[in-house]
């Protein structure tokens, strides 16, 4: 059995590898400052989520504005409580993209695939948030009102 091959080092200078790693950054960055300086937690600034409006019910994202400003503001605890899961995928996503730039200083490809059984994994688990989160026994999962 042959190992597979090497990747190749990505050629260019070490600032022409972190344009888009920087890029990611910026385009990241900048609606998070915005969330950061407009509190969610007070109402009027944002509008409701159309899936709460329709059904009473929570969806993956509800509270995830709110998890986003308490990021900013280096609060792990309450960020978890308004919504678990984005506070993991922020901080998962924070961890690849550390990895990218890292990988783009020393000229290696820095590529994230998810295969198709994570991607599946991936979305059972929104799912099954979802649903536990409206569950009278999920309240923990379930953002607070506001």
Known sequence: MNA???????AGSVPRRLVRPLAALLAVAMPTAFVAAVDPNTPGHYPVCPVLEATGWFCP???GLRSVHALSRGDLLTAAHDNLMVTLLVLTALALWVRWTVRAVRGRPAGVRLTARQTVVLLLALA???????????FGLAPPAV
């Open 61 to 63: 994202g509800c509270g």
């Open 128 to 138: 099954l948030f979802s649903v536990l989160r409206n569950l009278p026994g999920g």
């Open 4 to 10: 597979p091959a090497a990747p190749e080092p990505v």
